[in-house]
């Protein structure tokens, strides 16, 4: 199965950044009939970790390593990380442009968390993505299909956006199944 770590943005917070991606560019081409791959907002979230493809029989190592993260997380603090949506920009490009929202507010305490969640996962000796931790929610994968010109402006637009305050309460261990309607199943929580 497929797994990954998230923490994801209560409902208010999606909505009002949700109206000012209906004014980008990377939306109009969308209501145009391009294949933008616009994200969809109820599965929005930021990954913590990747874990990639891990054998349904560690599942109970994965839960056990997230939980032990967490529990040491919330150990090491005395509230809940505070943040906002707001500001973008875009990783790649051609054919590999993706468009995201950047996270604002205790950005360094989800740096903390990442570690601890990669470090639990490391000394279980699970599959992780160890690349750098960019704290961000893809928004499109625009791709080819949409003019770099057209990209930048959107992520200049995102640049002036800032979206309400918002407390990060849990972690989640989430199953993505991959194809032209990626699903997420939410297979386990716990309390920041």
């Known amino acids: 199965m497929r797994l990954f770590v998230a923490v994801c943005p209560p409902v208010e917070a999606v909505d009002h950044l949700w109206a000012r991606v209906a004014r980008l560019r990377v939306a109009a081409a969308t209501a145009a009939g391009v294949n933008v791959r616009l994200a969809d907002p109820a599965h929005l979230h930021l990954t913590v970790a990747f874990l990639g493809a ?35 920009g875009h990783f790649g490009r051609g054919r590999s442009t993706v468009l995201w929202v950047a996270l604002r507010g205790d950005v360094e305490v989800l740096h903390t968390l990442a570690l601890h969640v990669r470090d639990r996962l490391r000394h279980a000796r699970l599959p992780y993505d160890d690349r750098p931790f960019r704290p961000h929610l893809t928004i ?43 699903r997420y199943d939410r297979l386990a929580v716990w309390p920041l």
Request: proline share 8%; glycine share 10%; no cysteine.
């Open 140 to 182: 499109a994968r625009p791709g080819d299909r949409v003019a770099p010109a057209d990209v930048d402006a959107d992520v200049a637009a995102l640049d002036t956006y800032r979206g309400p305050d918002w407390s990060a309460t849990e972690l989640l261990l989430v199953r993505s199944h991959l194809g032209p309607r990626p």
């Open 54 to 88: 891990v054998e349904a029989a560690r599942l109970v190592e994965v839960e056990s390593a997230l939980g032990l993260a967490a529990e040491r997380f919330r150990d090491g603090r005395d509230a809940v990380p505070r943040l906002s949506l707001g500001g973008g």
